[in-house]
């Protein structure tokens, strides 16, 4: 069974920083393209930043310039550094994994973590 398994999440005040972490198999890092979406209650699942197995980062315009998404490609995990937060980045946090291997897609998720910014 395929975890991802995250960290990270909390409590800040606005201006604030946090990082997230997540963590997969070698196997399932390896080959995949790896993100952050985020769920606030009453809206849809977003894309909050997404970084491919080569290392190209793409962000939602929300939150250019404020976060950072960064592999570790020796630890198998991804990083999000979250700066300068705003109540309105309050939401559950969720790692995915894009896995793409002999024409096969397959997606992950982790269980999700919390982050609520206050003012």
């Known amino acids: 069974q395929v975890q991802l398994v995250e960290h990270g999440g909390g409590l800040v005040q606005a201006g604030g920083s946090l990082r997230l972490s997540c963590a997969t198999s070698?196997?399932?890092?390896?080959?995949?393209?790896m993100g952050w979406y985020r769920q606030s209650p009453g809206r849809q699942r977003e894309l909050v930043a997404k970084i491919t197995s080569g290392g190209i980062e793409n962000y939602a315009d929300s939150v250019k310039g404020r976060f950072t998404i960064s592999r570790d490609n020796p630890g198998n995990r991804i990083f999000l550094k979250m700066e300068g937060l705003k109540p309105e980045d309050t939401a559950v946090y969720y790692c995915?994994?894009?896995?793409?291997?002999?024409?096969?897609?397959?997606?992950?998720w982790g269980q999700g973590t919390q982050v609520t910014v206050t003012d």
């Open positions: 995915n994994a894009d896995y793409f291997t002999s024409g096969t897609h397959r997606e992950y």
């Open positions: 070698r196997n399932i890092f390896l080959d995949s393209d």
